[in-house]
T-cell receptor, first 112, second 113 residues
Framework: AQSVAQPEDQVNVAEGNPLTVKCTYS??????LFWYVQYPNRGLQFLLK??????LVKGSYGFEAEFNKSQTSFHLKKPSALVSDSALYFC??????????FGPGTRLSVLP | DAGVIQSPRHEVTEMGQEVTLRCKPI?????LFWYRQTMMRGLELLIY????????DSGMPEDRFSAKMPNASFSTLKIQPSEPRDSAVYFC???????????FGPGTRLLVL
């Protein structure tokens, strides 16, 4: 069975500092991994995905994520956080031919 | 492209009433998904369609919930009768058969009093 864990309910970071939002997964076979962001009263917006290839993937708004197969992780990163990055972030995994499984979400607060 | 369109954006109703939520997927997308989001349970997949055919409805909480997709550009999620515990945000999402990424609508915020 597929599963996704986001070990932190909340991440606080000062503006300008690097941020990391953690995600680990479990799936049989090769994973398709995704990050979505949800701003208040909005739907989920696609940020980036890993399907195959380079372990470091770059996405929207300066975000990137690193796929680590041995650690079954797909942490979301940004070198310099903005206050406007404050939102709810969801990691999702999908095995081939399977549906998405979403993590519980991590609330990111960037403090000015 | 307008993206996934959902209506209404907000719905307030009384317990026992019928509620119908609507979704228009992105043109050309042949998979459509209905999700429910609550604080307690996070994002839950309720049902999904492929080429207008329901494939997996195991996430539908009970018989009060039903979903249809009469054509490639329209789907409904109906709750009858509604109960206060149905209060949540309901999202529709779509993707192509060859695509990996789901695209979400803005959601319908449902409050059942």
């Amino acid at each position: 069975a597929q599963s996704v864990a986001q070990p932190e309910d909340q991440v606080n970071v000062a503006e300008g500092n690097p941020l990391t939002v953690k995600c680990t997964y479990s799936v049989s076979g090769n994973p398709y991994l995704f990050w979505y962001v949800q701003y208040p009263n909005r739907g989920l917006q696609f940020l980036l995905k890993y399907i195959t290839g380079d372990n470091l993937v770059k996405g929207s708004y300066g975000f990137e994520a690193e796929f680590n197969k041995s650690q079954t992780s797909f942490h979301l990163k940004k070198p310099s956080a903005l206050v406007s990055d404050s939102a709810l972030y969801f990691c999702a995994v999908r095995g081939y031919g399977q549906n998405f499984v979403f993590g519980p979400g991590t609330r990111l607060s960037v403090l000015p | 492209d307008a993206g996934v369109i959902q209506s209404p954006r907000h719905e307030v109703t009384e317990m026992g009433q019928e509620v119908t939520l609507r979704c228009k997927p992105i043109s050309g997308h042949d998979y459509l998904f209905w999700y429910r989001q609550t604080m307690m349970r996070g994002l839950e997949l309720l049902i999904y369609f492929n080429n207008n055919v329901p494939i997996d409805d195991s996430g539908m909480p009970e018989d009060r919930f039903s979903a249809k997709m009469p054509n490639a550009s329209f789907s409904t999620l109906k709750i009858q009768p509604s109960e206060p515990r149905d209060s949540a945000v309901y999202f529709c999402a779509s993707r192509t058969s060859g695509g990996e990424t789901q695209y979400f609508g803005p959601g319908t915020r449902l409050l059942v009093l």
